[in-house]
């Protein structure tokens, strides 16, 4: 992989994927059972904690919590193009287009979908279906994949959605080495969580320990290759930059 192997790596399945468990819908609760899955496996330890969109600001909220709470653990927090916040609230045409383009389709595939969506709000499991159907034959999707694990899988991307807008997000009691990686491609509309620059707002939470850098290509195209390998770049540097890598130590939740 692009990562250093001196750097232990762990990720948490969010709630939602498998049965008739339902998504979390509320970030702090997701932070802390998140906490708890760790310590469950890791008593003791530092920490890095580390996401991409949403996932970044569960892994800031899981720092906050940890820190609020007196235990110094966390040595680091990655943000790979987390904002903030988002402007729009309960947006099914937003979550949709999030949803599409997280599992790997183009922008010019899903803009005519959005539009149908918007002006036929209940066509909505028509447009999974069709995107079950390219998916697998794009290989976006294993074949064995069922319309029903993309429903739940859309289901929880609507309550992350919910769970982002109605985030309030507190300032970090202290300093916190933190990357935070954006995309440079941010285009307007719904197409983006969000168009401006998110390194100001977060250098006022995080305070002098962000480190900011940018990235050619968007919100999805930088988690994929080929940019991915800037992306791992960025972040073993930091990383080397963070902590010791002599001996590895548990990394939290991408």
Do not use: C
């Amino acid at each position: 992989g692009y990562l250093s192997s001196k750097q232990s790596l762990y990720g948490i399945r969010a709630l939602g994927l498998e049965g008739a468990t339902p998504p979390l819908e509320d970030i702090a609760q997701m932070a802390q059972r998140y906490i708890k899955a760790i310590r469950r496996d890791y008593p003791e330890g530092d920490l890095l904690l580390g996401g991409w969109s949403m996932g970044g600001l569960v892994a800031y909220e899981m720092a906050h919590q940890l820190a609020t709470q007196n235990d110094s653990s966390v040595q680091g927090l990655i943000l790979v193009d987390s904002p903030t916040a988002i402007p729009e609230q309960n947006d099914p045409v937003m979550d949709f287009v999030v949803f599409a383009r997280g599992l790997g389709f183009a922008q010019a595939y899903v803009s005519p979908m959005a539009d149908q969506l918007q002006q036929y709000p209940n066509r909505l499991e028509d447009l999974l279906r069709q995107l079950l159907q390219d998916g697998q034959r794009q290989r976006l999707l294993p074949n064995g994949f069922s319309l029903r694990s993309l429903q739940r899988l859309h289901r929880v991307i609507s309550a992350h959605s919910l769970a982002l807008s109605q985030y309030n997000i507190a300032a970090y009691p202290g300093n916190l080495p933190t990357l935070l990686i954006e995309a440079k491609n941010k285009p307007a509309g719904k197409e983006s969580l969000s168009s401006e620059q998110v390194s100001p707002s977060w250098q006022q939470i995080v305070g002098a320990g962000l480190q900011a850098r940018e990235l050619p290509g968007d919100h999805y195209s930088i988690v994929n290759e080929p940019q991915v390998a800037a992306l791992a770049q960025q972040i073993n540097l930091f990383l080397a930059r963070t902590v010791d890598l002599s001996e590895p130590n548990p990394t939290g939740p991408n």
